[in-house]
């Protein structure tokens, strides 16, 4: 695919943890990607996208349609505002498809790759930052 080999390594493993579609792997990740982008500490995310190769390309590219900070519409309002970006990336996850149980499926796996190839501390504190995040690293 067009992604690079690592972000491809990760859609993959999400497929097999989740068995949604490549595709819907690929917009679900780019969803949780962009969260963590627009919520977590920059200087740390920074820190991490280094690491994860095509990360931020991806959160770009699948993660950008209104619901981070300074997006439009009601979703925009919700993920700077009283909802917070998790619960926004939970209802663009939902939107795009995905059942809660896929949506575990791929927050766990996610979260399991970036410990193998950032390493839990940088991981920790990344989702540390980001309210309603840490309680699952």
């Known amino acids: 695919m067009r992604q690079d080999s ?4 990760l859609i993959d493993r999400i497929v097999t943890a989740s068995g949604l579609s490549p595709e819907k792997a690929e917009k679900g990740l780019g969803i949780m ?4 982008q627009t919520q977590g500490n920059q200087n740390k995310v920074q820190e991490l996208f280094d690491k994860l190769p095509g990360a ?22 919700l993920a700077g505002g009283m909802m917070g970006g998790p619960l926004a990336a939970i209802s663009k996850l ?4 995905l059942s809660m149980d ?23 504190e990344v ?3 980001i309210p309603g995040l840490s309680g699952y690293v």
């Open 127 to 129: 989702a540390g930052s």
């Open 56 to 77: 931020a390309e991806l959160a770009r590219a699948q993660g950008g349609d209104g619901a981070g900070k300074g997006g439009g519409g009601l979703l925009g309002m």
């Open 6 to 9: 690592r972000m491809q390594e």
């Open 33 to 36: 990607l962009n969260l963590i």
């Open 94 to 97: 939902s939107a795009a498809g």
């Open 102 to 124: 896929q949506i575990k499926a791929l927050g766990t796996t996610t979260l399991d790759y970036a410990k193998e190839k950032a390493g839990a501390p940088l991981v920790k």
